[in-house]
C-alpha cells in the first residue's frame, strides 16, 4: 500500500499537471508503488504568502484523522466529514482553489496514501489490478480526490453554515453529477437541490440525475437570479475570516465546525426554487422510479 | 463598458476596448485590488422589445467564469422612459476571480405567466480578463525563454537537449523556449536578410504545428461532461482551439455534433487513430507551414541564382 510520505512538506505548494502527470506510473496508481516523493518535491513551486493557512500540518493531522475514523466504514461516508473541516481549515479564495496545480501538491506530495485509501476500488477493470483512476490525483474540479471536496463545501456551504454540505457529500450521486452543474454557482439553485435531497424527494442516484437533469435544462431558458435573487456577495468578510485562520484554533473534530460569514442565502429564493424543481420534478420521467419503490 | 473603478480608484478609460470588446484589468502599479466596479451600458432594440409578447422585461449583467465557478449579477436599469439604453454597474471581488471571465447581459420577461423567461442575449460578450495589461484579445500562447540545463525548471532538465517544450497545463499554454539551445533564441528573434527571415519563419511555423497538435489533444482530453455525457464547451483557450480547429479536423460535421464526435472518438479509442492526419493538417494550416516553407524555398532558390550568376 502507499505510504505516508516521509518527510512530510512544511508548507503547502504548486505541482503542475504535467509534473503530477509524469509520477503517476501504473505502479502508484495501483499502490504497488509511491510517488516519487523526491522528485515531486523538486519539481513543486512555494506558494507566496505568509499565513498559517498554508502549513501543511493541520491538513494532514485531518487526514490521518479522517482514515481513522472512518476505518471500518464506507469510505464514501468519510467525504461528508472531511469536506467542511477541510475547508475551514485551508481558509482559501476561490481564486486560489481554481489553481489545479494546489490539490496536484496534496494530492502527490501530502496525502497519495489518503487518495489511495479513498478511491482505490476493489476489483481492477479488463484483468487489470484494481487501480485508482488518475483523475483523482489530478483533474477536474468535481473528480480529483481534494478539490470535489473543497468545491462541494464552497458551492453547497449556505454562508457560514456547513450543513447542507454534510447532506451533499453524504450522497455520491450529489457529488458526482450536481457538483459539475454550472447551475449551482448560483447560491439559490445549489441550496434548493440540496433541499430536496435532504428531504428524500430526490434520493436514488436515479432521481438525483433527474431533477438535476430537469433543474439544468430549465435554466437554458430562464434566469433563476430574476425570480430567486440572491444578496450581493461581500468579499471583505472572506478576507477577514482568511485572516483570522492565523489566530484559530484546530478545527473542530467532533462539532461541524463554521464556514466565513459572508451570508446566508436568501430564504425566499430557496423556497421559491424548491417549489419550482417539484414541479418539474413530478411532470420528469424518472426512469425506474416506481420500481425502486416498490 | 462605459468606466472602470478599482476599488476607490477610476481607472483610465485606456484599460477597456469596445472595439475588442475587453477589460484588461491587471494593473502594474497595484495588484492586490480588492474589487472592481464596472460600468456597462447596453442598448436593446425598443421596438422589439415594447412589441412582443411579453412583460415585465428586465436587463441583466452577468459575469462568469468557469475554472472559479463565480457568477456575480447586476440589474441595469433603463436610463429614462422610453430610453433603448440600459445602463447599471457591476461591482465584482478579485479573490473570487481567477484569469478570465465573461461578461453577458441577458433580456429576461414574463411569458405567458412563466416569469424569468431568457428572450434574448448578447451574441458579442466582453471578456474582463484579470491577467491583462492592455485591452486586447491575446494571443492565447505564452513564450518563455529559459535555459532548460541550469535553468530554474528542474523538470526540464531531462530535456536539456530539446530546443522546445510545449506545456498545456493551466490557464494559458506555454512554450518553454530552451535558451541552452545554441541560437535558438536569436534566430527567432532575427530580423536580417531574407534568408535569416525565412529560416526563421520556417522555424516558428514548425515550433506552432507542435503547440497547436498540443493544444489540441490536450483540450479534446480534458472535455468535462455532462451528467447525460455529452461533452462540454470547455470556455478559455481549449474553447477557442477546438472550435478553430473541429473545422478542419471533421469538416463534415459542425458545432456541438463535432464536439460530440470528437470526444466519442477520443474516449472509445475507435477512430481516434484515423483522425490523427486531420489533426496535424488542421495544425500545419494554422501554423501557415506551407506558406513559410514556399517562401523558404522561393528565397533559396534566388540565393542559388545570385550566387551562380
Request: proline content about 5%.
Amino acid at each position: 500500500m502507499t505510504d505516508k510520505p516521509e518527510h512530510m512538506p512544511d508548507r503547502l505548494a504548486l505541482l503542475s499537471d504535467t509534473n503530477a502527470a509524469k509520477s503517476l506510473s501504473t505502479g502508484v496508481l495501483a499502490s504497488r508503488e509511491n510517488p516519487p516523493y523526491i522528485a515531486l518535491s523538486k519539481n513543486s513551486e512555494p506558494l507566496r504568502g505568509a499565513g498559517a493557512r498554508l502549513d501543511v500540518e493541520p491538513l494532514r493531522d485531518l487526514i490521518d484523522d479522517v482514515m481513522h475514523l472512518y476505518r471500518d466504514d464506507a469510505r464514501t461516508k468519510a467525504d461528508a466529514w472531511l469536506a467542511p473541516r477541510l475547508h475551514a481549515a485551508l481558509r482559501l479564495t476561490r481564486r486560489e482553489a481554481a489553481d489545479a496545480r494546489l490539490w496536484n501538491f496534496v494530492s502527490l506530495s501530502v496525502a497519495p496514501d489518503y487518495v489511495v485509501w479513498r478511491h482505490l476500488p476493489a476489483t481492477g477493470k479488463n484483468g487489470f489490478p484494481p487501480m485508482v483512476a488518475a483523475e483523482r490525483f489530478r483533474g477536474a474540479h468535481y473528480t480529483q480526490a481534494f478539490s470535489r471536496l473543497w468545491w462541494a463545501a464552497e458551492l453547497f456551504r449556505d454562508g457560514a453554515d456547513y450543513r447542507p454540505v454534510q447532506v451533499a457529500c453524504g450522497n455520491q450521486d450529489v457529488l458526482n453529477t450536481v457538483l459539475r452543474l454550472d447551475i449551482i454557482d448560483h447560491r439559490p439553485t445549489a441550496q434548493a437541490l440540496i433541499r430536496l435531497v435532504e428531504k428524500g424527494t430526490a434520493r436514488t442516484g436515479r432521481e438525483v440525475n433527474a431533477l438535476s437533469a430537469v433543474a439544468n435544462t430549465a435554466a437554458s431558458t430562464l434566469m433563476y437570479d430574476v425570480f430567486a435573487a440572491d444578496d450581493a456577495w461581500d468579499g471583505s468578510i472572506l478576507e477577514e475570516w482568511i485572516r483570522e485562520g492565523d489566530s484559530a484554533p484546530p478545527v473542530s473534530r467532533r462539532l461541524l465546525p463554521d464556514g466565513p460569514d459572508d451570508g446566508p442565502v436568501p430564504e425566499k429564493a430557496v423556497d421559491t426554487l424548491v417549489r419550482y424543481f417539484e414541479e418539474l420534478f413530478v411532470d420528469a420521467n424518472v426512469r425506474g422510479r416506481l420500481t425502486d419503490e416498490s | 463598458m462605459t468606466a472602470v473603478r478599482q476599488d476607490r480608484t477610476d481607472l483610465e478609460t485606456s484599460v477597456f476596448s469596445s472595439q475588442e470588446r475587453v477589460v484588461a484589468l491587471h494593473q502594474v502599479e497595484r495588484s492586490d485590488w480588492e474589487s472592481s466596479r464596472l460600468s456597462i451600458t447596453a442598448t436593446l432594440p425598443e421596438k422589439e422589445l415594447s412589441s412582443g409578447p411579453w412583460s415585465d422585461v428586465t436587463v441583466m449583467a452577468v459575469l462568469t467564469e468557469k475554472s472559479t465557478n463565480s457568477r456575480t449579477t447586476t440589474l441595469l436599469e433603463r436610463e429614462s422612459t422610453g430610453s433603448s439604453t440600459w445602463a447599471g454597474q457591476l461591482r465584482f471581488w478579485r479573490s473570487a476571480y481567477r484569469s478570465q471571465a465573461e461578461l453577458a447581459v441577458i433580456v429576461v420577461a414574463t411569458v405567458d405567466g412563466v416569469r424569468g423567461r431568457v428572450v434574448g442575449r448578447s451574441d458579442d460578450n466582453w471578456l474582463v480578463d484579470l491577467t491583462a495589461r492592455t485591452p486586447v484579445r491575446r494571443q492565447e500562447l505564452q513564450v518563455e525563454e529559459v535555459d532548460f540545463r541550469d535553468g530554474p525548471h528542474e523538470w526540464l532538465r531531462p530535456y536539456k537537449d530539446a530546443p522546445w517544450m510545449i506545456e498545456t497545463s493551466g490557464d494559458i499554454p506555454t512554450v518553454h523556449l530552451n535558451t541552452g539551445f545554441e541560437g535558438i533564441a536569436e534566430l527567432l528573434n532575427s530580423n536580417g536578410s531574407s534568408m535569416e527571415k525565412a529560416v526563421r519563419d520556417m522555424l516558428a511555423a514548425q515550433i506552432a504545428t507542435d503547440v497547436w497538435t498540443a493544444v489540441f489533444h490536450s483540450a479534446v482530453s480534458d472535455l468535462e461532461v455532462d451528467a447525460e455525457g455529452n461533452p462540454q464547451w470547455p470556455g478559455g483557450w481549449r474553447d477557442a482551439v477546438l472550435r478553430g480547429m473541429l473545422s478542419d479536423v471533421l469538416p463534415e460535421q459542425s458545432g456541438a455534433d463535432a464536439l460530440r464526435e470528437i470526444h466519442a472518438r477520443r474516449s472509445e479509442s475507435s477512430g481516434w487513430n484515423e483522425l490523427q492526419p486531420r489533426i496535424n493538417y488542421a495544425a500545419t494550416r494554422r501554423a501557415k507551414v506551407a506558406r513559410h516553407l514556399g517562401t523558404a524555398v522561393r528565397v533559396l532558390e534566388t540565393s542559388q541564382k545570385g550566387s551562380k550568376a
